[in-house]
């Protein structure tokens, strides 16, 4: 049978509630105090938080979110790109040339602006420290080529919970598990999702700028459906009573 994986709800909640703060240093920096300044300059925050795997979509990503903010740009809007990404299976030749054209590919368009727009954290951010970061996150752009589940869209969703419902972030999400569950559970750009073809780039940005002119934000009802149908100990609970009557149902 088909059971969805789930996530750890009660300590994503926990450690995204009231009174928790980021704490992490990246290059000699807070990183609470680094997103806190470019809010306080009007900056809109973009974040993105995976393994480094070319499934994920990270250098498609880089090319949808220079679109948006060449866009933002012209609207004399200002943006932030905070990408994390955890090195995987590094002794792999291939692997190391999706390391280098991300690095690459970040230094090339920081290169075109004035203040670098993209922040590249490439030590990976540990838990629960992750989820504190996904909550600082206004826009949070989850753009795999495909992917079984990716639950660090639900994780995201989870870590809005506790911010004011009017400043809570969208999710741009393309293809993957996380994106059909919740496709086919009617939630779309009304409750702050927005689904994307990471292979469509001007495509993708004009849904993330009119979504962002629309001010769109994560619903309670989206929020409140992950916490209640996507919990870790459901899945595991379903499983082990499918083992344990698989005899029975042959």
């Known amino acids: 049978a088909a ?3 789930g996530v750890d ?7 995204v509630s009231d009174g928790k703060r980021l704490e992490y240093t990246f290059e000699g920096k807070d990183l609470y105090e680094r997103i806190l300044a470019d809010k306080e300059k009007g900056r809109i925050v973009f974040g993105g938080l995976e393994r ?16 948006v903010f060449n866009k933002l740009k012209n609207e004399k809007k200002d943006a932030r790109f905070y990408q994390v990404t955890a090195s995987s299976r590094s002794d792999s ?14 230094v090339k368009i920081n290169k075109k602006f004035q203040e670098a727009p993209i922040i590249h954290i490439d030590e990976g951010i540990s838990s629960p420290q992750n989820y504190r970061f996904m909550k600082e996150v206004d826009v949070m752009m ?3 080529l495909e992917d079984g589940m990716n639950l660090v869209a639900f994780e995201y969703i989870l870590s ?16 993957s598990g996380a994106s059909r569950v919740l496709e086919q559970n009617g939630f779309g750009e009304q409750d702050g999702l927005i689904y994307i073809d990471v292979m469509k780039s001007k495509d993708a940005a004009e849904k993330i700028i009119r979504a962002l002119g629309n001010n769109r934000h994560l619903s309670e009802k989206i929020i409140d459906y992950v916490a209640e149908e996507h919990r870790v100990e459901d899945w595991a609970e379903k499983n082990i009573d499918a083992i344990q009557n698989c005899g029975k149902a042959a």
Do not use: W
């Not at 709800?9 to 450690?15: C, G, N, Q």
């Not at 809005?160 to 293809?175: C, N, V, Y």
């Open 52 to 67: 480094c795997d070319y499934t994920k979509g990270l250098l498609e990503r880089l090319n949808i979110f220079t679109r």
């Open 3 to 5: 059971f969805p994986i």
């Open 9 to 15: 709800v009660d300590k994503i909640l926990s450690e």
């Open 142 to 144: 989850v753009t795999p």
């Open 160 to 175: 809005q919970k506790f911010r004011p419902p009017a400043e809570r972030g969208m999710l741009i999400l393309s293809k």
């Open 93 to 106: 030749p291939d692997y190391q040339k999706l390391q280098a054209a991300l690095d690459g590919g970040v």
